[in-house]
């Protein structure tokens, strides 16, 4: 299952540098408790840390991912009666559809031509540490055979690209989420100044229970979005292997073969 190799991964990052910086601005409490619920790999750092800049700290939940293996011991985190901001990987189970009944609840998605890129940087990179899967750094694998190793999955070691999006988003479309995409978070960063990105970004917070931008929301999300506070951003990555750009035709092509209609189904053509 997704969330238990996930859940045994662990992140070798740099601490956190955003709350000070959250500090300094003020906050109207939530009212009602906020899940970013995100496929693993498609911005949840960028995203969580711009939703960081309008919730009060002491509404900050961010001791870990919330993911089903730890659901129970941190419930505490979605209470209805002690609104938090929280963030996690939760597949869509019966527990997850409990658990979440009073939150709203928000899914993060990606291009999954892209998600295989970012998944396969952050599995070749010195900072992610899995014991099913650290053989596989330091020039052993390809950066191509890597690649199809996340799109077709690992026979008991990982899971593959369509039951990642199945599980994380596919499954929770239709149920009352609001469904975000990653590239247009990144696209109207870049056109922040203009009258839509305010509007989207005043529906995409008001999603999480910020129901009113405040004067210097743009300040807010420059922070948030700054790529210095993001430990999982590529930059501070290293592997050693380089990268592309853009996903290899063949894989693309693969990409289709196993999940076929995913991308279209996401929004994207």
Same mark, same amino acid.
């Given at each position: 299952?997704?969330?238990?190799?996930?859940?045994?991964? =662990?992140?070798?990052?740099?601490?956190?540098?955003? $709350?000070?910086? &959250?500090?300094?601005?003020?906050?109207?409490?939530?009212?009602?408790?906020?899940?970013?619920?995100? &496929?693993? =790999?498609?911005?949840?750092?960028?995203?969580?840390?711009?939703?960081?800049?309008?919730?009060?700290?002491?509404?900050?939940?961010?001791?870990?991912?919330?993911?089903?293996? !730890?659901?129970?011991?941190?419930?505490?985190?979605?209470? +209805?009666?002690?609104?938090? @901001?929280?963030?996690?990987?939760?597949?869509?189970?019966?527990?997850?559809?409990?658990?979440?009944?009073?939150?709203?609840?928000?899914?993060?998605?990606?291009?999954?031509? #892209?998600?295989?890129?970012?998944?396969?940087? @952050?599995?070749?990179?010195?900072? @992610?540490?899995? +014991?099913?899967? !650290?053989?596989? =750094?330091? $020039?052993?694998?390809?950066?191509?055979?890597?690649?199809?190793?996340?799109?077709?999955?690992?026979?008991?070691?990982?899971?593959?690209?369509?039951?990642? @999006?199945?599980?994380?988003?596919?499954?929770?479309?239709?149920?009352?989420?609001?469904?975000?995409?990653?590239?247009?978070?990144?696209? !109207?960063? !870049?056109?922040?100044?203009?009258?839509?990105?305010?509007?989207?970004?005043?529906?995409?917070?008001?999603?999480? $229970?910020?129901?009113?931008?405040?004067? #210097?929301?743009?300040?807010?999300?420059?922070?948030?979005?700054?790529?210095?506070?993001?430990?999982?951003?590529?930059?501070?990555?290293?592997?050693?292997?380089?990268?592309?750009?853009?996903?290899? #035709?063949?894989?693309? =092509?693969?990409?289709?073969?196993?999940?076929?209609?995913?991308?279209?189904?996401?929004?994207?053509?």
């Amino acid at each position: 299952m997704e969330a238990d190799v996930v859940l045994a991964a =662990k992140v070798i990052s740099r601490p956190d540098t955003l $709350g000070a910086e &959250v500090q300094k601005f003020s906050h109207t409490p939530l009212r009602r408790t906020a899940f970013l619920n995100s &496929v693993p =790999k498609c911005g949840t750092h960028l995203l969580r840390n711009i939703v960081r800049m309008f919730v009060p700290p002491q509404q900050h939940y961010d001791r870990e991912f919330i993911q089903i293996p !730890n659901l129970e011991q941190h419930k505490a985190a979605l209470h +209805p009666q002690r609104p938090m @901001f929280s963030v996690g990987h939760l597949l869509f189970a019966d527990i997850s559809l409990m658990a979440l009944k009073h939150a709203n609840n928000v899914v993060l998605v990606r291009d999954p031509y #892209d998600y295989v890129l970012a998944r396969t940087r @952050f599995n070749l990179s010195d900072q @992610f540490d899995h +014991p099913q899967q !650290n053989h596989l =750094k330091n $020039g052993a694998v390809s950066v191509e055979q890597m690649m199809n190793l996340v799109i077709f999955g690992i026979p008991g070691r990982g899971p593959a690209l369509r039951e990642v @999006f199945l599980f994380h988003a596919v499954a929770w479309m239709g149920t009352g989420v609001h469904v975000v995409r990653y590239e247009d978070i990144v696209e !109207n960063l !870049n056109r922040l100044e203009s009258a839509e990105a305010e509007s989207f970004f005043a529906d995409l917070l008001a999603r999480f $229970g910020v129901d009113t931008l405040p004067p #210097d929301w743009r300040g807010r999300v420059r922070v948030g979005s700054d790529r210095r506070h993001s430990a999982t951003a590529r930059e501070h990555l290293s592997s050693g292997q380089t990268i592309p750009e853009t996903l290899p #035709d063949t894989q693309r =092509k693969l990409v289709d073969h196993m999940a076929p209609g995913l991308r279209e189904l996401l929004g994207y053509a």
